[in-house]
């Protein structure tokens, strides 16, 4: 019937309607809430930033030089020594002379000594034994010498205190006899000249004297304190010539005098 009325509900199941509507519309605030809070960034995630990759740089085909290896430290050089003052060479004196024989007959390619200052010098006579060296000025020592096989044989010996400018003339005389000796060698000492060494067959091993010995005397000149050139002088003379020496023997120590007579040395 179209004019009849609906019933009205009861209040009961209006209130519960009304409820479940309201229910509802909260559900679905809340639901929008919740879904828009998920897709907002967080504070975190707004904070990072991903720095975009930097183009790859093509590397320099020249090679950067690398600077030079640093030097070890050297230890410092030691101080050169202080080179000591040139001595003053500057003053000279001129000497000159002739070698001749106790004939009075020049000696041909004599040679000569000249000892200037402490300065040895050694030189040649001409064929009319002459010479003429300028040398240091000061103190001169000077003499002449001749070999005779494996000796030797000296001239007088000439000292002079040569000045700057000076010139000087000196005379050297040699025997004109061959020397002569014993043939032997000897070294000096405080017991006088002991034997080194012996020629065999020679004078001293003739007479009987055996290496070790000291010789004390040599024709009544006691040998010890004399120097090696002295006593040399004393055993050689003229090739032939005659002499005297006491001999103490190694070992036992008694002394002996024995007699012997110079001979030429041959050189070996």
């Avoid at 070999?147 to 044989?153: K, P, V, W």
């Amino acid at each position: 019937m179209s004019g009849t009325t609906p019933p009205e509900r009861p209040p009961q199941t209006r209130l519960l309607w009304i409820m479940g509507a309201a229910f509802v519309v909260v559900m679905g605030v809340l639901y929008s809430s919740l879904v828009a809070e998920s897709e907002a960034p967080t504070p975190a995630a707004q904070a990072v930033r991903i720095a975009p990759t930097p183009a790859p740089v093509e590397a320099d085909p020249t090679p950067t030089p690398r600077p030079p290896p640093r030097a070890a430290a050297k230890a410092p050089a030691p101080a050169a020594p202080t080179p000591a003052p040139p001595v003053d060479e500057g003053e000279t004196a001129v000497v000159r002379g002739h070698v001749r024989d106790d004939s009075g007959n020049p000696r041909r390619r004599g040679v000569v000594f000249l000892i200037a200052n402490g300065r040895r010098t050694k030189l040649q006579a001409d064929e009319d034994g002459y010479f003429e060296r300028e040398v240091a000025a000061g103190t001169l020592h000077a003499y002449a010498l001749r070999r005779d096989g494996a000796l030797s044989r000296r001239s007088n010996e000439v000292a002079l205190q040569t000045v700057d400018g000076g010139e000087y003339d000196v005379e050297f005389v040699l025997p004109t006899e061959i020397t002569g000796g014993l043939g032997m060698a000897v070294a000096t000492g405080p017991n006088g000249a002991r034997i080194l060494s012996m020629v065999p067959g020679g004078q001293a091993e003739y007479i009987g004297l055996r290496k070790g010995d000291f010789l004390v005397e040599v024709d009544g000149t006691d040998l010890p304190g004399l120097s090696r050139i002295e006593i040399t002088s004393l055993l050689r003379g003229p090739e032939g010539s005659t002499g005297t020496l006491v001999v103490k023997r190694a070992g036992t120590g008694t002394e002996e005098e024995l007699t012997f007579e110079r001979e030429f040395v041959d050189k070996e």
